[in-house]
């Protein structure tokens, strides 16, 4: 597993889900499988890691991990053998020391599943005994992307898991994981904060101005917000919205316009069009913005859903339909 920065106190908007968590561990009466669930971008993944961490910290300080432990130290080196991610990016790279293939993050968006054999070793990891000779934790993220064989797996070591083992799943879209699944975790809500909450978390990182545009077409989830901003998708997005209304007021071609949109990856620009003829829709509701916006979403399904879609072609037919939109 990759190295990784410890998280070692919640961010501002969780600190009532953290005091919960608390106390439920203070009481003993945290549930060994949680699920963390809550809009993408807001920390969830966050929380989870300081929770892991505080369960293996050797000495946490006022129910903080401590950070400087031989257990928090592992952690950070991504050596900790009480310690199991599953993601999609499992067993993508080069195998570790003791042989299983644990790997970074940064491959994950390659494949939206978690594979079964990356459950397996889940399994497997249920089964040992702790290293440190106390708490084991496992974290699953996107919990989401475990299909129906990987979650029926799951369920018997969700039910019964071993000693001290606490299993976190994280998920942005809990609808999409069995009821069985479900019904075995503690659900705990992470919410997105207020936009001047957000702001003012974002103004330590990033200019005003940019986390400001950022968080408005990141729905006001503020890890996605930063993200954005450092992978300069701000100013990508800056650009699609004035090729659009460029386009809207005839003052480039659709044929230009299409040029210019097909140039950037076509799920970012469909959701990114969608979220402007949201915004249109609230402003001003109309029949007209009401049809194209289900153009929209059928152009997007077939430039996402199909295995070799004409997307320019798909974008100058949507184009010519914008144009005409009344103002
Ligand atoms: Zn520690």
Not at 34 to 58: D, F, Y
Not at 180 to 190: F, G, I, P
Not at 191 to 217: G, I, K, N, Q
Request: hydrophobic share 45%; aromatic share 6%.
């Amino acid at each position: 597993m990759a190295e990784q920065s410890l998280v070692l106190a919640p961010l501002p908007w969780q600190r009532e889900q953290w005091s919960l968590v608390q106390s439920l561990l203070e009481r003993e009466r945290l549930a060994h499988g949680l699920l963390l669930h809550g809009t993408a971008g807001v920390g969830k993944g966050q929380l989870a890691r300081l929770l892991a961490l505080r369960l293996l910290c050797e000495s946490p300080r006022h129910g903080l991990p401590c950070g400087e432990c031989h257990a928090c130290s592992m952690f950070a080196a991504g050596s900790h053998p009480d310690f199991f991610l599953a993601s999609a990016a499992y067993g993508t790279s080069e195998d570790d020391d003791d042989g299983k293939s644990r790997k970074g993050r940064k491959t994950a968006t390659t494949s939206r599943q978690i594979r079964i054999d990356c459950i397996r070793d889940l399994i497997h990891f249920s089964h040992q005994a702790a290293h440190q000779g106390g708490r084991r934790v496992a974290i699953i993220e996107p919990a989401e992307w475990l299909n129906r064989n990987a979650q029926n797996a799951l369920l018997k070591t969700l039910e019964e898991p071993g000693a001290g083992l606490f299993i976190i799943l994280v998920s942005h879209e809990p609808s999409r994981l069995l009821a069985t699944t479900r019904s075995r975790c503690q659900a705990l809500l992470c919410p997105t904060p207020e936009r001047l909450d957000a702001l003012e978390w974002l103004r330590h990182h990033v200019a005003v101005d940019r986390a400001e545009s950022a968080l408005a077409f990141c729905h006001g989830a503020p890890l996605k917000a930063l993200a954005a901003v450092h992978d300069d998708l701000d100013l990508l997005h800056r650009e699609v919205m004035l090729t659009l209304e460029a386009c809207r007021q005839d003052e480039v071609t659709y044929l230009f316009a299409a040029e210019q949109l097909a140039r950037h990856d076509a799920a970012m620009v469909f959701d990114w069009w969608y979220g402007l003829l949201h915004r249109l829709c609230c402003a001003r509701p109309a029949a007209a913005l009401l049809h194209f916006t289900d153009q929209l979403l059928e152009a997007r399904r077939k430039a996402l859903g199909t295995a070799n879609p004409n997307t320019r072609l798909l974008l100058e037919s949507l184009l010519i339909d914008w144009a005409q939109l009344p103002a």
